[in-house]
């Protein structure tokens, strides 16, 4: 039914695709592969969707690569008909049986944002349990992990950015970023509100 709707069964798996995944950016012959289309009809309609403005491409590693154009005038509203999740599932909470330690990731000196994933929040598919930006006292962020691995009983995964190398790599859409940023997560500080 939606198909008639938008016109297109192609347009509507695009639609989906992106619109379910925001940060996240695509190249031809892996959208071909995701949603399961021909490669003329899916080229057919992103040039469509360029036109109107709902998709941008960018050029990186010798590949053209499709995302979804948060700034569109009806992102938003697209966002809820093609949504996987209702509105509340967009805010997802960590999950740690004691999240005390959570709290205390924001005390770190020189923290200027973290972000949860992973195993540390529900539905996150992210290999990084918590991504931590600034100028981190190494020794202070490792004796809080080994006491929220005793927490959790479980091994975590963090990885540690300056703040300009995570500014560099939000700007070129790098994957790692991306990767944690399009899934679920959860971020927990972010003092120059740069993911606002």
Do not use: C
Request: hydrophobic share 45%; aromatic share 8%.
């Amino acid at each position: 039914m939606i198909d008639s709707l938008f016109g297109s069964k192609t347009r509507v798996k695009l639609l989906h695709l992106f619109l379910n995944n925001p940060g996240k950016s695509f190249y031809v012959r892996e959208i071909t592969r995701l949603i399961d289309e021909q490669i003329n009809s899916v080229r057919r309609e992103l040039a469509n969707m360029m036109n109107v403005g709902i998709i941008v491409s960018d050029n990186a590693d010798n590949k053209l690569y499709y995302a979804v154009n948060q700034q569109y005038q009806y992102f938003e509203a697209l966002s809820m008909i093609f949504a996987d999740n209702s509105p509340k599932a967009k805010e997802p909470k960590a999950v740690a049986k004691d999240a005390t330690w959570l709290a205390k990731v924001g005390q770190l000196s020189g923290l200027r944002l973290a972000i949860a994933a992973g195993t540390l929040v529900r539905g996150s598919a992210s290999r990084v349990d918590l991504l931590v930006v600034g100028e981190i006292v190494q020794s202070q962020l490792e004796k809080l992990m080994d006491k929220a691995e005793k927490l959790e009983k479980k091994s975590l995964n963090y990885a540690v950015l300056s703040y300009d190398d995570f500014y560099y790599r939000l700007s070129v859409r790098d994957r790692f970023v991306t990767d944690i940023l399009s899934g679920k997560h959860s971020v927990l500080v972010d003092v120059d509100r740069i993911l606002k």
